[in-house]
């Protein structure tokens, strides 16, 4: 069985060999290798050129896609993926690193279970640099590793609440990708929780392979990295509030949650709007919300109450 694994790189010269020589050095042999590069500013094209120029003979099949424009997270996977002629695909970013018996132990998964379509491992944390003393937490926790042996409606609720699944360790079948119109280009930086949530809606389960298939870099504390978070979570917070409004309120009739959803976003708009000046007025703002939700509530079940004793 061909895999097919889409590396997706942009600006990643200091980690992109890593990643590379791991697919390499796989005990599975038959991989065709997909690099899609998003316009990267660094080394990280001609490192990948030198790389594949040596090393192209393992391969079943070799494509470097390099973008001319920077498209964004997910479109940039989407052109790696739809030229996958696998039957399975593997995408990993171009800072991680693949367990070497990964590709062996995701097929045996699938020998042993021929139904499933999409389903997890488990990753192994770890800062910056890749050595044992730098490993952290394993992704899932415990608690969320409850998530897979759920019911595909429990499943659907969990999802609502939050994303416990770890993306980098995804195995999916190209039929269901292509079935399912590949991951949503709406949002632009975030591909995987919105595919998840079509996945389940579409009927398909969400399986587990509780092993460690790939490490999963962290991103550094030093002072740069934290203006790139709180950029990151400027872009979080804008990919959280249209997923609530194109995905998440579709699949919730809960009006105590899309409430407070709202109250959320509202309050998170004038933090970034007021670059974070009117906080006490905020705060003000969101206990009168809270406040007025509760009294909604109330009110509703004294309703409710009334009608019954009639």
Known sequence: MKVSIVVVTYNFEDYILETLESIKNQSYSEIELIITDDKSSDKTVSIVS????????????VIFLKNEVNLGVTKNINEGVKKA???????IAGDDIL?????????????ENP???IFFGRAQTFDDVFKKENFGNILPGKEEEKFFYKSLNSKKKWLLKGNPIPAPT???????????FYFDERFKMVEDYPFWFKVLNSKEDIGYLPKVTVFYRKI?????????????????FRFDKDFYTIVLSKNSKNIVYKWDKNVEFFI?????ENNNKKLPYLKKRVYNLFYSRNLFIIFIIFMLLFKLKK
């Open 170 to 180: 995804s195995f999916i079948k190209r039929e269901l990708l292509e079935k399912l």
């Open 115 to 117: 139904n499933i379509k």
């Open 85 to 91: 002629s696998g039957e399975w695909i593997k995408v």
């Open 99 to 111: 367990e070497n018996n990964a590709l062996k132990n995701y097929v045996s998964f699938i020998n």
């Open 220 to 236: 550094s504390t030093s002072v740069s990295a934290k203006k790139k978070d709180e950029e990151i979570s400027i872009s979080m």
């Open 50 to 61: 030198e790389w594949i120029d040596l090393n192209r003979e393992r391969f079943s099949r």
């Open 268 to 272: 998170k708009d004038k933090i970034i």
